[in-house]
């Protein structure tokens, strides 16, 4: 089964963001934990991750996120290349690409 923004770029030639509120909804993280829910959003096509914070604040979860991201990137699971075109998406979006 392919993810629904993959379907999207390589089927209609979607190109712009793809994003999703915070990955570890309850029922995703509590099946997979939420390192694991952040790196299936971003295998998933997600170019963006919305961090909700706000129930049981922590004040290190960027920073936490960050080491998740760069740990699947050192370890081969998510590609520099993933992380490259997610951000020109976003900085298109944003009307800073070039």
Known sequence: ???????????????????HRRPPAAAIAQRFGA???ILLALEAGNDLLL????Q???PRIVRHVMSVVLGAVAHGRLTGDQIDR?????????GLAG
Request: hydrophobic share 45%; no cysteine; glycine share 10%.
């Open 1 to 19: 089964m392919r993810p629904a923004l993959d379907l999207l770029r390589t089927d209609i030639g979607f190109d712009g963001l793809g994003g």
């Open 35 to 37: 390192d694991e829910a």
């Open 51 to 54: 961090l909700a914070n706000q």
């Open 56 to 58: 049981a604040y922590d």
């Open 86 to 94: 997610a951000w020109a998406r976003r900085q298109a979006l944003l």
